[in-house]
């Protein structure tokens, strides 16, 4: 028990350490790490109120007014906090009991110093393999910030699969397996592999591989502003017209299948521990790749080239795959078998996004709309790209993530009107052009040439 409360209050000051030792001036920071245990669900709170906002939260402690707080007072308080969460696990309401709590004196809170801790564990109701934790936190909610965290469990049996929360972190979702102790399987390798691809491990892992590449708005909007000008000829050093619906097919199923090849590469020699590269540089060329894509859907830089490119830079990408499963704690073993999972997941879903686009993509590139969207997807990639590389190579704050993720989350709804524009579009295109035939066959017919006939106001007939 003294190890995991050192690994909680080691975690706290590492994650939360730059924002807690400061004097805080506005806002109560609540943040709260969860340690997973079977069948159970451990946190550490801290609250530590603002200069400006820590005499209302010091008078909703000291209930009595005398300028000091009891053990009564401090005990309620406590429970108040708690009384404030909303947890519940797979759909069912749970309760926190509360296990302890410490309070600074009020002149330490006053200088925007002084932190609040509490601690409680929730008691779990028994489940499937699979668990889904959802926590919201309604403290204080007009003067508080919120972070939370979970911490790598000890236990080889529970793996955290994802974690979700809102803008604000006062809504926090965590998805992680619990095996049950029959459900090892046999001794040996070999069986051990049979035993975990026919359980819940390799459904899970399918899902996160899904999960993963619909919600890395940067890879694929890395893949699909390269497939924007896949459907254009190149004249000149500009983007012209369309090409074949059979060179469009073939040209796209190019680029998505070299970008599969590059990534699952490097996405099986990391996760054997064969390659390892810091997150940063590959966070930083991953940025890097969507810049290119995008500057070559604006004017071409290497046309008839993007597959190969698409392959250089999947081998980017899939060293960022392989964070993910570091991060689960898979065995060697395990782990050799979780990338088939999890690639087919990645693959599934890539595949499911681009057959949603594609016709889309074709249509438009064969009416006078396509170079608004060509060039607008490529102004919005470069802007996206500048963004991630001005945080990840310089720390600095942009609202990229904000921004991307709210089309994101309407992307259904986007690909959907996109498609009606773009069936709009063609049929204008079709209904165009066949007025232009019929008005230069009518002018065949009579003796009078198309400009002639367009100029001499027998415009319709």
């Known amino acids: 028990m003294t190890r995991k409360i050192a690994i909680v209050i080691g975690a706290c000051v590492f994650v939360f350490g730059r924002v807690a030792f400061a004097h805080r001036i506005d806002e109560y920071l609540q943040a709260t790490i969860f340690s997973v245990e079977t069948n159970r669900i451990q946190a550490s709170m801290r609250l530590i109120p603002g200069v400006q906002v820590a005499s209302s939260v010091i008078a909703s402690i000291d209930s009595d007014g005398d300028g000091a707080f009891s053990a009564s007072e401090e005990r309620a308080y406590a429970k108040r906090v708690l009384g404030d969460l909303s947890i519940t696990m797979d759909g069912k309401s749970v309760r926190p009991k509360l296990v302890s709590w410490s309070f600074p004196e009020p002149a330490q809170m ?104 619909a919600e890395g708005t940067d890879h694929l909007l890395f893949l699909l502003v390269l497939l924007l000008p896949a459907p254009l000829l190149v004249s000149g050093s500009r983007w012209s017209l369309p090409i074949s619906v059979r060179q469009s097919l073939l040209r796209i199923l190019g680029i998505v299948t070299a970008f599969t090849i590059g990534h699952s590469f490097t996405l099986t020699l990391a996760a054997v521990g064969a390659a390892k590269v810091p997150s940063r540089p590959v966070e930083v060329l991953i940025a890097v790749s ?93 802007a996206a790209s500048l963004g991630w590389m001005a945080e990840r190579l310089l720390d600095v704050q942009a609202p990229v993530d904000t921004i991307v993720n709210v ?18 579009a063609y049929r ?34």
Not at 318 to 345: K, M, P
Not at 407 to 424: D, M
């Open 110 to 213: 006053r200088d925007g110093l002084g932190e609040i801790h509490v601690e409680y564990t929730t008691d779990l109701p028994s489940g499937g393999g699979n668990r889904r934790l959802m926590v919201a936190n309604h403290h204080l909610n007009r003067t508080s910030v919120y972070l939370m965290n979970v911490l790598l469990p000890q236990d080889r049996d529970i793996r955290i699969l994802a974690q979700k929360r809102n803008e604000q972190q006062s809504f926090y979702e965590l998805e992680y397996q619990q095996r049950a102790a029959s459900d090892a399987g046999p001794s040996t390798r070999l069986a051990g592999l049979s035993t975990w691809l026919k359980g819940f491990q390799f459904a899970s892992l399918f899902q996160l591989g899904m999960r993963h590449i």
């Open 290 to 382: 969507i810049f290119v894509s995008a500057v070559h859907a604006f004017r071409p830089i290497f046309p008839g080239k993007e597959a190969w490119v698409a392959a250089f830079f999947g081998l980017i990408h899939g060293l960022a795959f392989a964070a993910t499963l570091d991060r689960l704690g898979l065995g060697r073993w395990e782990r050799v078998a979780g990338i088939l999972a999890f690639n087919l997941g990645i693959e599934t879903m890539q595949m499911f996004v681009v057959a949603v686009i594609l016709p889309s993509l074709i249509l438009l590139s064969r009416t006078g709309a396509y170079p608004v969207l060509r060039i607008g997807g490529a102004l919005f990639a470069g």
């Open 407 to 424: 089309f994101a989350r309407h992307s259904l709804l986007g690909a959907a009107g996109l498609f009606l524009v773009s069936v709009v």
């Open 428 to 461: 204008i295109q079709v209904t165009s052009r066949g007025r232009r035939t019929i008005r230069t066959e009518c002018g065949s017919a009579i003796g009078i040439t198309t400009p002639l006939l367009e100029g001499s106001g027998l415009r319709k007939f």
